[in-house]
């Protein structure tokens, strides 16, 4: 890549914009440069900082890329955004980023990764988690890999790109429109699966917790269902608090941002990696809390959640005014 990633973010500008359903924009971004990026790895995301020049926003959006599989690779990554309801960072985007707009990214990172070689693979996507399947997809037919694909939503013109994904797949997809065929049947989904087959799935945390169970119930390792959650840091009823930390000092964390976003604005040294809820690297000893911890991430157990000793500060949050923290 050269030049373009020394360090951690890039400056880039959004390149295109289109609309794919009423709630969901899908958005180009290049390198401000004119540096072509290079093609992500399906599966990826990247960090996006915007709103600023401090980046108050900072979320995270699985790279798409190219819409069909003949066309190898872009100059720029493509990301699709929902508005959420009062989400902040997903509405500051719908309503100020045009062509033209300056943001910041990151190189892409990528903890939903494909295995390779596998009998079978099984795509399942709800609604926006279609992001990375489609990248998954398209990368499975260019390996020439056994693959099936699962894509709900509530009905087929608020599903980004359907056409594009049936165009690609096929026979190999269904898609499933819960408004006229009710929720999704996950046991029979995974009863019709090939011996072997791995699962990847993508969408509301309801979705991914159905899909999990009802790997359970089938007897599936679970090292056989990998998912990866949209947004898990970030509630429309989020409300903000301060951090209090051992010399004293308040920090407050706005409703719209995180913990770790909130220390690294005001100067202080942080360590994470994956800002997802997922590595643990960010987990952070808690003093007090005023409130209820709200853990929202993967990496502590129930019972670690159940102590309260510790927090990752990535993406949990408190129903409080404050959380004091050993930092």
Known sequence: MGEVMQD?????????????????????????????????????HVEMRFGGAQGRFLRHYSVVGPLSPDQPSEPFWRIAVQR???????????????????????????AFRLSRHRPHHLLVAGGIGITPIFAMA?????????????YAGMDRAAMAYADEL????????????????????????????????????CGPPAMIDALVA???????DPARIRFEVFNAAHKPEDTAFDVKLKDGATIPVGAGTTILDALEAAGLETFADCRRGECGLCTTDVIGCDGVLDHRDHFFSDADHE?????????????????ELDI
């Open 84 to 110: 959420e309801d009062r989400a902040r960072g997903s509405a500051f985007i719908h309503d100020n980023l045009i062509v033209g707009s300056q943001v910041r990214v990151s190189r892409p990172l990528n």
């Open 8 to 44: 951690k973010y890039l400056d880039a500008v959004i390149v295109g914009r289109r609309h794919l359903t009423d709630r969901i924009s899908e958005f180009l971004i290049g390198a401000a440069n004119g540096v072509a990026l290079p093609l992500a790895e399906a599966g990826s």
């Open 214 to 220: 009802a790997a359970a119930r089938r007897g599936w």
């Open 307 to 323: 102590a309260g000793r510790q927090v990752t500060i990535c993406c949990s949050r408190i129903t409080g005014r404050v959380l």
């Open 166 to 201: 049936e165009a690609l797949c096929g026979n190999r997809l269904t898609l499933h429109e819960s408004r006229t065929a009710g929720l999704p049947d996950l046991d029979r989904l995974l009863a019709a699966q090939p011996q072997g087959t791995q699962a990847y799935v």
């Open 138 to 150: 398209r990368s499975l037919l260019t390996r020439h890999e056994n693959f099936s694909a699962f």
